[in-house]
């Protein structure tokens, strides 16, 4: 069973922050890579962060580097997402997903493009 809920989402100008929250079971709870993606309508979905949660490595997309933090708290079994200075192209649906890889290395934000179990999303939307 793959449960997953997200929160925190909502309206911000640009230049904001928002703090997106993802708490997990199932399938969720046990996967060693969480992540994060979004999908703006007639856009091409997009993982823009990955945390593998043996040791704490993350990885980013290039849109969002230096601008967003994925993080994990063991002990609440959430993930979260700090998203700071937000820009209108940052506006969309957040998913948080989840995936079970052999190879930690393999645990990249640009995994969540195409695979992985994602929760019903947070909607995001920044104005100028």
């Known amino acids: 069973q793959v449960e997953a809920v997200e929160s925190g989402g909502g309206s911000v100008q640009a230049g904001g922050s928002l703090r997106l929250s993802c708490t997990g079971s199932?399938?969720?709870?046990?996967?060693?890579?969480m992540g994060w993606f979004r999908q703006a309508p007639g856009k091409e979905r997009e993982g823009v962060a990955a945390?593998?949660?043996?040791?704490?490595?993350?990885d980013y997309a290039d849109s969002v580097k230096g601008r967003f933090t994925i993080s994990q708290d063991f002990a609440k079994n959430t993930r979260y997402l700090q998203m700071s200075s937000l820009k209108p192209e940052d506006t969309a649906m957040y998913h948080c997903?989840?995936?079970?890889?052999?190879?930690?290395?393999?645990?990249?934000?640009?995994?969540?493009?195409?695979?992985?179990?994602w929760g019903q999303g947070t909607q995001v939307t920044v104005s100028s």
């Open positions: 997903a989840a995936d079970s890889l052999v190879d930690p290395g393999d645990c990249r934000a640009g995994h969540f493009s195409q695979f992985g179990y």
């Open positions: 945390i593998y949660t043996g040791d704490g490595r993350t």
């Open positions: 199932g399938y969720f709870a046990i996967s060693n890579c």
